[in-house]
Each structure stands twice: as structure tokens, then as C-alpha cells.
């Protein structure tokens, strides 16, 4: 069977909800080898052996940290050659299409980015994408060299699959232009304690219609309840209520979560870009004709001061 490269996104070796989605959808195609590079390289198999890695491939070394990153790209392309995989699957973070972009013009292969499903065709891996803001859904092949393909978070479920997971040493020679951007200082976001927001499984939005920043507090609440990040349209952003980093659409974020709630946004095309593709959309909007309205599973037609509080109430009643 042939063998399918995964590159591990993780944190000091814990392994992110994305990954783990990206096991699945490689066993569709052949047996998964991950690929974890930098510090708790090592400390990733395990999970990964349970989610169904064949092989982990692992290589820690300063330089994953200290530079930008062309040193994954020069070990992901040193396992492209030892392994001659069938596909090269990606997270879709801004990092992680980045390296799939160099990867592939080393390798000299087409690129599909931002796949939302895998599925066997053929003549290989036929990637689904949802393109003009969600309008069209397309599907393609990559058809030269090794298919690099990047996946959105929350396009697959995750699934206890346990396999091998035998560690081996990757052997990379780092390039030349490995060591050409050097990271001169890190600042960590400050944690609010929520999921980070392309990889939630539930989002809750605000736009203008929150109508302040001091109003944000009712869509984290709800957010809160539900265990969800929060999400912003731009017209929010550009207002100053929430912070850019998690603005939602063509200019913002793209998220893909089981449940999408959108509270006080019109729906602009712009916004759909990055949201459209949800599982289940819900919005609150007090004007009956907004075009969200045009996209949703649910809707309800109210004020959100009215409403919103009052979901959060229920969900927590609920939850006991
Ligand atoms: P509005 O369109 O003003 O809608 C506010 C909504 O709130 C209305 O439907 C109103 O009925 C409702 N409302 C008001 N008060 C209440 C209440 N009390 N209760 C319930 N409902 C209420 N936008 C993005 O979001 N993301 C992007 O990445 C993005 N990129 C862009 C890129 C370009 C090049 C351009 C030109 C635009 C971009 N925009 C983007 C902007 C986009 O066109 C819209 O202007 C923006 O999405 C509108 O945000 P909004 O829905 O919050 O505000």
C-alpha cells in the first residue's frame, strides 16, 4: 500500500486537533507516515500511533525554532525522497501552506490548498475545495509529481485508529537557506482560555450589530458556554471592538466548525468567505431580510441583546 506523508503540527509535542483530522483522511489514501520536526518531536507518536501512523519520522534541532520556516521545508522534502509517498497532506494554517507552497516548487509538484475533503480517485487523490466565497465547490488532481495538499481544519472527523507508530530518525541536511531568517523575538498571544479559532468546533460571531466593544462580553459569554471561540466581522474589527487576529472572512480568518453562530452580521460576501463552509450555520439578526439569512440552518429574527443572553442562560441550564 502505498504510504501517505502527514506533517505533524504540534506544540512541544503535543499534537493539534488539525493533524489528527489529516490521519484520517490519509488512510483513505494509503498508510499514513507522519512527519514531526522540532522540539517533542518524539513526544507526538504515541497520539499518533492511536489515530493511525504507520511511522513517525522524526528530526529535533534548534533551527526548527530559531528560523523561519524553510528548515521544515528542507526536512518535509528529505521525506518526500525517502518515503516517494503518494500525497503529501498539510494543515491549511498560515505556517502550514506556506511550507506546502516551497515544498512543492522544490519538488517541482502541483499544489492544491485549502482542500475541504479527500477522497481516491483514480489517478490519485481527488481534493475537494469550497472556492468565490463557498458559491462553487470544485475538485481536483494534483497531475504532476507528488500531490502536496493542504487541508482546512474541521474537514474530517477524528478517529482512534491505532497503528505501529514506529519512531525512526529522519536524516535532514539543512539548505543554505534554512538559516536566512532568523527569529529575533516570540511574544505569546495572551491565552483566553478558548480554542483557537480555526480549529474550533464551535464559533460564535458578532458584527456591528453588537454595536460596541464593551457588548463583546455577551457574545464570549455565549462563546463560553458553549466552550467556542469568538469570532468578528470586519465592519467590528475596523470599529476597534475585537482584536483583528480574529476577524472571519476574505480578509480575516476561514473557519470551517460544526456550528457557526453569527450574531449582529449582515452576511456580506466578504464575511461568507471565510464561514460559508460550516457545518451548521445559525444567525441572530434583528433584520428579517439580512442576507445571512440566505445561508443559514437556523435563524432567528430578534435582537441580539434580547436573544443572545438568553441562549447563553438556556445552553448553561442545560449543561446543568
Ligand atoms: P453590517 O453589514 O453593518 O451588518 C450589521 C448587521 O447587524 C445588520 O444586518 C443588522 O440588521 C444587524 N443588527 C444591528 N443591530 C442588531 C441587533 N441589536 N440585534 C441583531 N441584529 C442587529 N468583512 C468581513 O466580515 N470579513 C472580511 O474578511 C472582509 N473583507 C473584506 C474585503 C474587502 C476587499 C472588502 C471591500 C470588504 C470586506 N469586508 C469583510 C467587509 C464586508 O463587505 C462588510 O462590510 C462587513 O462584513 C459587514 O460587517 P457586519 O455584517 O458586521 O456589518
Do not use: C
Not at 475533503?117 to 462553487?136: M, N, Y
Not at 438556556?314 to 446543568?320: A, F, H, S, V, Y
Request: no cysteine.
Amino acid at each position: 500500500m502505498a504510504e501517505v506523508l502527514v506533517y505533524v503540527d504540534h506544540v512541544d509535542g503535543a499534537v493539534r486537533k488539525s493533524t489528527l483530522e489529516l490521519l484520517t483522511l490519509a488512510r483513505r489514501i494509503g498508510e499514513p507516515v507522519a512527519v514531526a520536526l522540532g522540539n517533542g518531536a518524539a513526544d507526538t507518536a504515541a497520539t499518533l500511533a492511536e489515530h493511525g501512523a504507520v511511522k513517525v519520522l522524526t528530526h529535533e534541532a534548534a533551527e526548527y525554532a530559531d528560523y523561519l520556516v524553510v528548515p521544515k521545508v528542507d526536512a518535509l522534502q528529505a521525506a518526500v525522497e525517502a518515503v516517494s509517498p503518494a500525497a503529501v497532506l498539510v494543515p491549511s494554517s498560515a505556517e502550514g501552506k506556506e511550507v506546502a507552497a516551497r515544498l512543492a516548487l522544490r519538488i517541482g509538484s502541483g499544489i492544491t490548498t485549502d482542500a475541504v475533503d479527500l477522497e481516491v480517485g483514480d489517478e490519485g487523490p481527488v481534493a475537494t475545495q469550497s472556492v468565490f466565497a463557498a458559491s462553487f465547490t470544485t475538485k481536483s488532481r494534483v497531475s504532476k509529481g507528488t500531490p502536496v495538499i493542504t487541508v482546512k481544519p474541521n474537514s474530517a472527523a477524528v478517529e482512534a485508529a491505532p497503528a505501529a507508530g514506529a519512531v525512526e530518525a529522519l536524516a535532514v541536511t539543512f539548505s543554505v537557506q534554512a538559516t536566512g531568517t532568523k527569529v529575533t523575538a516570540r511574544t505569546p498571544r495572551e491565552s483566553t482560555g478558548r480554542p483557537e479559532l480555526t480549529e474550533a468546533a464551535i464559533v460564535v460571531s458578532g458584527g456591528r450589530g453588537v454595536n460596541g466593544a464593551e457588548n463583546f462580553a455577551i457574545i464570549e459569554a455565549l462563546a463560553d458556554s458553549l466552550g467556542a471561540a469568538v469570532g468578528a466581522s470586519r465592519a467590528a474589527v475596523d470599529a476597534g471592538w475585537y482584536p483583528h487576529t480574529s476577524q472571519i472572512g476574505q480578509t480575516g480568518k476561514s473557519v470551517s466548525p460544526q456550528l457557526y453562530i453569527a450574531s449582529g452580521i449582515s452576511g456580506a460576501i466578504q464575511h461568507r468567505a471565510g464561514m460559508q463552509t460550516s457545518k451548521t450555520i445559525v444567525a441572530i439578526n434583528k433584520d428579517a431580510e439580512a442576507p445571512i439569512f440566505d445561508l443559514v440552518d437556523y435563524g432567528v429574527v430578534g435582537d441580539l441583546f434580547d436573544v443572545v443572553p438568553q441562549l447563553t442562560e438556556e445552553i448553561k441550564t442545560r449543561k446543568g
